[in-house]
Nanobody, 121 residues
Framework: QVQLVESGGGLVQPGGSLRLSCAAS????????MSWYRQAPGKQRELVAV???????TYADSVKGRFIISRDNAKNTMYLQMNSLKPEDTAVYYC???????????????WGQGTQVTVSS
């Protein structure tokens, strides 16, 4: 069984920074895509950033130049460094991973439980 556990959310003032972590546990033997999504109240969940196993990344236009996604494949952990935070970044942030577990031939999708990020003065 695979679990994704996010941490690092909280309350921060506009212009501040936070670093989110997403740790995957289980008999993981591989995986390609890891991503961060977010969902603000009354809005649909949106993709924030993606990182592939080789290290290539892509970002939503709204966070380009402010957020940095990274991963440590050895630790099965993904990070999101969020800088210059704005009130509109307030949302529940979810991690997503496409992972392959011991004994499986293909990757399966997994979601974390979410962590709240609130940007407010």
């Amino acid at each position: 069984q695979v679990q994704l556990v996010e941490s690092g959310g909280g309350l921060v003032q506009p212009g501040g920074s936070l670093r989110l972590s997403c740790a995957a546990s289980g008999r993981i033997v591989g995986g390609n895509v890891m991503s961060w999504y977010r969902q603000a109240p009354g809005k649909q969940r949106e993709l924030v950033a993606v990182i592939f196993s080789g290290g290539s990344t892509t970002y939503a236009d709204s966070v380009k130049g402010r957020f940095i996604i990274s991963r440590d494949n050895a630790k099965n952990t993904m990070y999101l460094q969020m800088n210059s935070l704005k009130p509109e970044d307030t949302a529940v942030y979810y991690c997503y991973a496409s992972l392959r577990v011991e004994g499986q031939l293909v990757d399966y999708a997994y979601w974390g439980q979410g962590t709240q990020v609130t940007v407010s003065s």
